[in-house]
């Protein structure tokens, strides 16, 4: 029996977020790839709004199981971007994790724990995905939201 899983990365003030029914073994079934901007305006309030809309989504769609990507370490320093994704990846595993299992994951930990290939090499190769998923077509600026749920189970 499948589960329903998200796979969340966040970028600036924008969430990926791809939604799967996940089986056991085989291809996962993509049920929906969006992005969620953030709210123009106040931040505290476009927070809230962010939060409820993360919150009712997971519950009016039973997901058992989110996975959100790490923030990475940034080799050029980091700047203010890098702090707002960081407070939006907040908001996110605040509200998944207030419905349903949350667990971060950094890229690089799945790059020495997932298959033999580092997770850049999975995430350019068409025929990989090919395998690894049916349903919703996959935006190729989602695959790396998927990845994690690829290397959870």
């Known amino acids: 029996m499948s589960e329903r899983w998200l796979g969340v990365t966040v970028s600036g003030e924008k969430l990926i977020i ?12 993509i049920v929906s790839d969006q ?4 709210p123009n305006g106040d931040r505290s ?14 519950t009016d769609n039973s997901i058992k199981k989110v996975f959100i990507k790490e923030s990475a370490l940034s080799l050029g320093g980091t700047k203010k971007g890098h702090l707002l994704s960081a ?4 908001v996110a595993m605040c509200a998944f994790g207030s419905v349903c299992a949350t667990k ?21 190769d ?6 690894e998923i049916n349903g919703h077509p996959l935006r190729m600026g989602s695959r790396e939201a998927v990845i994690y ?5």
């Not at 029914?21 to 079934?29: D, I, Q, S, Y």
């Not at 971060?104 to 350019?124: I, N, P, Q």
Request: proline share 3%; glycine share 10%; charged share 25%.
């Open 126 to 131: 068409d025929g990989f995905w090919r395998g």
């Open 18 to 29: 791809v939604d799967a029914e996940v089986p056991a073994t085989g291809p996962l079934t």
């Open 149 to 153: 749920m690829l290397a959870a189970r």
């Open 104 to 124: 971060t994951m950094a890229k690089a930990h799945v790059s020495k724990t997932f298959g033999d290939r580092k997770t850049d090499e999975y995430l350019a």
């Open 87 to 90: 407070e939006l990846r907040g």
């Open 35 to 38: 992005t969620i901007a953030l």
């Open 45 to 58: 309030k476009a927070y809230g709004t962010i939060y409820q809309r993360l919150v009712d989504y997971a």
